[in-house]
């Protein structure tokens, strides 16, 4: 196969290892990058650093954050009586998008996965527990509707149990401005068995 | 007995028109599936009669059908086996009328790819849609498997037919297997864990997969159990008709696990108490994934009481069952392969076939011996197949 200069190779190499991105892909992005002026190939290489170095985890919800506490966690405007339950710091972007959800959250770090050696000791379970004792009246989980997701679900469901706090899951059911004819089979049937009086 | 059989339903008589010339293909291509390196074959919407010596690719057609309609082997061949040997990859195209609507089907096959499957010329991702276009029942020599052979023989032939008319019915499953693989993930690393220490670690994590695996556990026992009800009676009917005496033929389903009562409660209640078994055998010892179906005629096991003609009768009973039951629940009855059924019935059994055939929709029956089939004229398409090339016989015989 040929192969071009080294440097170009190892770019292409690295940029393949990312999610989503294969040889391809990566061959056109690098040979973007070569395109590129210097100053803004340098602003992207700073851009990669900065998240490395700034960012970090909130130690209250585990959001990634560059201040200590997060700006979600430190909002004084924000109901501190409700806690949204996620997967992942991005569903906490996802959930912040729709402007809805005015209280605070939890981020899981993942959900349970035996096949992935991910139990209840490697996710922040012990957090979420500790957090419930200081004013907090509502748990909403919004875990994954798939299968590790909802067994993540029952597993906190049932840590909650002892501790008096109301356990809500977010509904699940259609995209809106959809049509539902479009709508696979799967979501429709959940849609209807969550059918609500109108 | 056979015409009359469909009448007996009111929703069929509505349909009836429909009925019979229902779901069919009219013309299949094949390129190097099995033996059959290139063809074309045109088959006619009602009975389609395929002849030649044995090995010469029948079967082959049989199954390149069923696999237009299912993406499987109705023998359990894996597509690696179906691709023609030093072929790169196989493809199969088919058109015909589903539902009063043309529908054409394209799949390919290529070793390490994903298979590729197009309907009506749009590119299609999940193999599960092309369980709602042409529905199919098999039977064949292979078919005594499902009285002999291991239980996944017949959790195999559940799920293929509940597939057919229930479409959730597969993703019901996925996630089933899904599940079952977390929870036999877990309790490997759990059993290992309570061997040396004795003791359960993070039982409330078991728990966790226990509630999920009743609940999905049970949707499927449900629909396997409302499948056997309403396929069991017709398979009596059918034997009775075949076999004018033989004692009743019945079919029981066995549900893993045994329950008094089916509940999600009780089902997880079960799973609790057998916890330590499970955790040193390191799996799930209960389930739908240990479910099966046993099989009497008169009162008597058919796999160790019953003689082979007498299994066979039953499977074939069972089949025609499958037919009417797809018929009765999607408005039109499936396509019917029957492979190489002459020479395994007597004369008064293939006369009763024969009989119930001409209320079938679209029938492919493949025969080495054409004589035996000579004195039936309910076909109106015959086919020859000869060394891997089909051609066009005519429209007598």
Same mark, same amino acid.
């Given at each position: 196969m040929f192969k071009s200069a080294q440097s170009v190779e190892r770019l292409i190499a690295e940029l393949t290892r990312l999610p989503g991105i294969g040889r391809k892909t990566a061959q056109r992005l690098t040979f973007w990058i070569l395109k590129m002026k210097k100053d803004d190939a340098a602003r992207l290489a700073q851009a990669i650093l900065d998240v490395k170095e700034k960012v970090r985890r909130c130690s209250i919800c585990s959001n990634i954050t560059e201040t200590e506490p997060c700006h979600i966690c430190l909002d004084? +405007?924000?109901?501190?009586t409700t806690v949204c339950v996620v997967e992942e710091a991005n569903d906490v972007l996802a959930l912040e998008k729709s402007g809805e959800y005015r209280g605070l959250y939890h981020v899981l770090e993942g959900a349970l996965s035996p096949l992935d050696g991910i139990g209840p000791e490697k996710l922040r379970f012990k957090e979420l527990v500790d957090r419930?004792?200081?004013?907090? +009246?509502e748990v909403i989980i919004a875990t994954n509707p798939n299968v590790e997701g909802e067994a993540t679900a029952v597993y906190i469901s049932k840590l909650m149990k002892p501790l008096r706090v109301k356990v809500t899951r977010i509904a699940r059911g259609l995209p809106v401005g959809s049509d539902l004819e479009y709508a696979d089979q799967s979501t429709l049937s959940k849609a209807l068995q969550g059918r609500q009086e109108f | 007995m056979g015409s009359r059989r469909f009448q007996r339903h009111s929703v069929c008589d509505v349909f009836r028109v429909n009925y019979i010339h229902g779901v069919n293909l009219s013309n299949v291509r094949l390129n190097q599936f099995r033996n059959l390196a290139a063809a074309e074959v045109q088959l006619s919407p009602k009975a389609n009669l395929i002849f030649g010596s044995n090995g010469a690719g029948k079967s082959n057609l049989l199954e390149a059908i069923y696999y237009l309609c299912t993406a499987k082997s109705f023998r359990g061949a894996s597509d690696d086996e179906m691709k *023609?040997?030093? *072929?790169e990859f196989f493809r199969l195209e088919g058109d015909g009328k589903a539902a009063g609507q043309s529908v054409r089907i394209e799949i390919a096959y290529k070793p390490g790819e994903k298979k590729r499957l197009k309907i009506n010329d749009v590119a299609e991702p999940?193999? !599960? !849609?092309?369980?709602? /276009?042409f529905r199919v029942v098999s039977f064949g020599p292979d078919d005594v498997e499902l009285v002999y052979g291991a239980p996944s023989v017949r959790r195999r032939f559940l799920d293929i037919s509940i597939a057919q008319i229930e479409p959730l019915y597969i993703s019901l499953l996925w996630e089933y297997k899904k599940t079952l693989a977390q929870r036999n993930a877990l309790l490997r690393d759990l059993g290992e864990a309570y061997e040396s220490l004795g003791a359960i670690e993070y039982e409330e994590s078991l728990e966790v997969w226990d509630e999920k695996l009743a609940s999905v556990g049970l949707a499927v026992h449900d629909a396997r159990r409302r499948f056997l009800r309403s396929v069991s009676d017709l398979a009596s009917g059918y034997h009775q008709s075949l076999t004018n005496m033989d004692g009743d033929f019945v079919m029981e389903y066995s549900i893993s696990p045994r329950l008094d009562d089916y509940s999600q409660c009780a089902f997880a209640e079960k799973l609790k108490s057998r916890r330590r078994r499970e955790l040193m055998m390191r /799996?799930?010892?209960?389930g739908p994934h240990r479910d099966d179906i046993t099989f009497s005629i008169g009162r008597s096991d058919c796999r160790s009481f019953a003689s082979r003609g007498q299994v066979k009768t039953a499977t074939l009973a069972l089949k025609l069952a499958v037919v009417e039951h797809i018929g009765n629940v999607c408005g039109e009855p499936p396509i019917l392969l029957l492979d190489e059924i002459y020479s395994d019935f007597d004369r008064a059994r293939l006369d009763a076939v024969s009989g119930l055939l001409s209320s079938m929709s679209q029938v492919l029956v493949t025969t080495s011996k054409l004589e035996e089939a000579r004195d039936l004229t309910i076909f109106d398409n015959i086919l020859m197949v000869e060394s891997g090339k089909v051609a066009l016989h005519g429209t007598h015989l």
């Open positions: 004084s +405007k924000r109901d501190r419930i004792g200081s004013g907090v +009246k | *023609a040997r030093d *072929a999940r193999v !599960s !849609s092309l369980y709602e /276009q /799996q799930s010892m209960y």
